[in-house]
């Protein structure tokens, strides 16, 4: 007896098919027109790092806007790449600003829906080897608050941008990456100064002991409010203060402007702390590798490589799945259950990858198996925590992907084993379909959102369906039942574009072929009677 198949798919499938063109879901512009622009400015503490002071730091940004689009009223997405709060020459590492790979492909593709999108550098700066633990916690956590209100700062910018820009302003979605997974998470939740110190996982880790008095590792009055917006005025460090007396610390961007934005989505980053979210916050959609070694998917501690195979633990944090779990029980992710069956077709994985055999937490607990804002990644090894990302390998200034003065990194390399753009993008393609019906609910993106919160389709979730060879080269058998014969046969591009069609089969084998489509990932849907079924196929050299 032949298996019967539902409706899961492998690693990389879109299920953005058989429907008009959309704009919002499906590509509508062939491309995107970028410009810089300054969206604030204020202080760093990185001259610090050299025996220097704080200085002022303007605050940069690219803008991608869909070439060609005279569509006003449309949603903005700004994104922040990783960088672990240190520049690249600190680091030796190639990633680590807004023209980082990921970056720029999230912004073009999200162009080409016809969102306008931005890509913002923050604030860095700390010391990720000062000793006590207290002191690299206390350095980080100061880090990521000046981080957040960049990122608050920076939605503030394009407010006031919204009629240059043809800007919905209640339309605002940051994502970020890495680093900036922390930064959205924290824009998304860190909605008053208390959070920083009734912290509970564990209680009391952003305070620390000095000549026996508690101090709290961030202090509102110097720092500047979660907003980064008060004082009105400038401060100033203090006698007693960890930084040089004098410094200025903290000035205010666009005080006046209100700030807030109505969805996040966090690629591979993580939270200062779980209380942080409440009701309040914004919905949240979690892109995560189980397996991170710098990110812990549920609860853990997160470390930093001090090289030969050492590392120094920084800072307890709560995880993508331990978010989404949260985000789940507290309602604010409530209207991704809008959420077609047909516009989510890694329910299943999702499913198999968060039960026990995958992964636990420090409390040995497992909870649901399936959240709806959640996606486990999963590379091609353990190893593997971040397989959409790509750099250059090529040391001179002319290669295509921009100069890497320090050639390959090894350990940025041993979390990206095999890395190439056409891996990273394969992985791109599925984070996308993900999260792209996602924001057209959360973001409440009509007429997207009528899309993918109704059934369109009846899936033939009986069905049985076999694809053969697969990956294929020059033509692919389809294979049914006898008793459940195909009707038509529609093949589309991870656009969603319909790029061949098979009508009036009525049979349990066809055979289909490539007739010159170029080598990539496709969707087939199968139409049978009882509905309709779709698998990814692969056509290689």
């Known amino acids: 007896m032949k298996k019967r198949s539902i409706l899961v798919f492998s690693l990389i499938v879109s299920t953005l098919v058989g429907l008009q063109a959309q704009r919002y879901l499906t590509p509508q512009f062939s491309g995107a027109t970028r410009s810089t622009a300054i969206y604030g400015q204020n202080f760093t503490i990185l001259?610090?790092?050299?025996?220097?002071?704080f200085t002022r730091q303007p605050l940069v940004?690219?803008?991608?806007?869909?070439?060609?689009?005279?569509?006003?009223?449309?949603?903005?997405?700004?994104?922040?790449?990783?960088?672990n709060f240190l520049p690249k020459s600190v680091r030796r590492n190639p990633l680590g600003d807004r023209r980082d790979s990921v970056a720029v492909e999230m912004c073009n593709r999200?162009?080409?829906?016809?969102?306008?999108?931005?890509?913002?550098?923050?604030?860095?700066?700390w010391n990720p080897i000062a000793q006590p633990e207290a002191s690299r916690t206390a350095g980080l956590i100061n880090a990521a608050y000046r981080g957040i209100q960049d990122v608050r700062t920076a939605i503030r910018f394009f407010k006031l941008q919204a009629a240059a820009l043809k800007i919905d302003t209640s339309r605002i979605m940051v994502i970020g990456e890495g680093t900036g997974g922390y930064l959205a998470m924290g824009a998304a939740?860190?909605?008053?100064?208390?959070?920083?110190?009734?912290?509970?996982?564990?209680?009391?880790?952003?305070?620390?002991?000095?000549?026996?008095n508690p101090i709290p590792m961030v202090i509102e009055a110097y720092n500047g409010n979660v907003w980064g917006t008060k004082p009105d005025?400038?401060?100033?460090?203090?006698?007693?203060?960890?930084?040089?007396?004098?410094?200025?610390?903290?000035?205010?961007?666009?005080?006046?402007?209100s700030t807030g934005h109505r969805l996040t989505?966090?690629?591979?980053?993580?939270?200062?702390?779980?209380?942080?979210?409440?009701?309040?916050?914004?919905?949240?959609?979690?892109?995560?590798?189980?397996?991170?070694?710098?990110?812990?998917?549920?609860?853990g501690v997160l470390g930093v490589g001090i090289g030969g195979g050492q590392t120094l633990p920084v800072l307890r944090v709560q995880g993508s799945h331990w978010i989404s779990q949260r985000a789940d029980s507290l309602g604010i992710n409530k209207v991704f259950e809008k959420l077609s069956p047909a516009y989510d077709p890694y329910k299943a994985i999702a499913r198999s990858r968060n039960d026990a055999r995958y992964y636990q937490d420090t409390f040995n607990t497992y909870g649901p198996a399936y959240a709806t804002s959640l996606f486990p990644i999963i590379g091609r090894s353990r190893g593997d925590s971040a397989p959409y990302q790509w750099w250059s390998?090529?040391?001179?200034?002319?290669?295509?992907?921009?100069?890497?003065?320090?050639?390959?990194?090894?350990?940025?390399?041993?979390?990206?084993?095999?890395?190439?753009?056409?891996?990273?993008?394969?992985?791109l393609d599925s984070i996308m379909t993900f999260i792209v019906p996602r924001a057209c609910l959360g973001l409440d993106l009509k007429p997207c959102a009528g899309v993918v919160s109704g059934t369109r389709e009846v899936l033939a979730l009986n069905a049985y369906l076999k694809l053969a060879p697969n990956p294929a080269t020059n033509e692919v058998r389809f294979e049914s039942e006898e008793i459940n014969p195909m009707r038509a046969i529609e093949l589309y591009d991870i656009s969603g574009r319909m790029v061949a069609q098979q009508t009036n089969i009525n049979t349990s084998n066809f055979t289909m072929q490539r007739n010159g489509l170029p080598q990539g990932i496709?969707?087939?849907?199968?139409r049978f009677d009882s509905g309709v079924l779709a698998k990814k196929l692969m056509f290689e050299e």
């Open 393 to 427: 390998t090529d040391t001179s200034a002319a290669n295509p992907g921009g100069p890497n003065p320090w050639g390959l990194d090894s350990a940025a390399l041993a979390g990206n084993p095999g890395m190439s753009a056409v891996k990273a993008r394969l992985y």
């Open 110 to 125: 999200f162009a080409k829906l016809g969102y306008v999108t931005a890509a913002i550098d923050y604030r860095q700066g």
């Open 233 to 257: 005025t400038a401060t100033i460090s203090p006698v007693g203060f960890p930084y040089p007396v004098g410094d200025t610390l903290f000035v205010p961007n666009y005080g006046t402007v």
């Open 47 to 53: 001259p610090l790092l050299a025996g220097g002071r």
């Open 265 to 299: 989505v966090n690629m591979g980053g993580a939270i200062g702390d779980a209380t942080w979210l409440d009701s309040l916050s914004t919905p949240l959609i979690s892109v995560a590798c189980p397996h991170d070694q710098n990110a812990p998917y549920r609860d």
């Open 189 to 212: 939740s860190l909605n008053t100064y208390n959070k920083i110190l009734s912290t509970k996982y564990p209680a009391g880790k952003f305070i620390t002991v000095v000549g026996g």
């Open 522 to 526: 496709y969707v087939a849907k199968v």
């Open 61 to 83: 940004c690219d803008i991608y806007q869909p070439t060609g689009d005279t569509a006003s009223g449309r949603p903005l997405m700004i994104f922040m790449s990783t960088s």
